[in-house]
């Protein structure tokens, strides 16, 4: 009962400072959508122009429906920007589309831990279309049945391990991002610190991802590890 009592305190507590953060990037990004960029370039040529310089030329910058919806796809090697960011000549827009790209160039440069990151999704696909109804007839027979809640804690952990993983393919392609970006002089002084923490608080919401997930699995760890008792 203690531990069920904790855990609900854990995740309780990891989903409100998600939201919080959640809301502070929203924020964020709605203050520096405001402000034009100095070079009045727009979030698609900001994008081309940084796979350009970086002799990329197989990656296309193609518009994806929704808000903060942009990612680098490796699959079909695309920056997918959403209208806000493909369109916007602001800060934010600037910021995000040269994160993206920071991915494209990842990809081309065969950075490490987005190569595992990308080993790895397939098995998370999987996992996580599953593992919640395993861990729940796992957690419901564990007396009688043990291994299925263990199969679940496996796949779960799979996710976590993805979560964890994707922490350093963020925060290197923000890294990416911000030098290109002064190198090119597309931002520069308030610009750059502007960017700067727009691409901050996107970064910390994997941040808390990453440590609500593993939260849960140890949780599911200790209720295996109670239940063999």
Known sequence: MMIGMEVFIVIGFFMILGMIVSGRLKSKFKK??????????????????????????????????????????????TVNLSPEVYNGRSIAAAAVAAHECGHAVQHARAYAFLQMRSALVPVVSISSKYMQWILLIGIL???????????????????TLFSFITLPVEYDATKRALVWLDQAELTSGQEHEKAKDALRWAARTYVVAALASLATLLYFVMIFLGGRR
């Open 32 to 77: 520096y959508s405001s402000i034009p960029i100095r070079s009045g370039l727009t979030g698609r040529e900001v994008a081309e122009k940084m796979l350009h310089e970086n002799s990329i030329y197989d990656v296309k910058v193609i518009s994806t429906p929704g808000k903060l919806s942009d990612h680098y796809n490796p699959l079909n090697k």
């Open 141 to 159: 027979t564990i007396n009688q049945f043990p291994g299925i809640l263990l199969a679940g804690i496996l796949m779960f952990a799979a996710t």
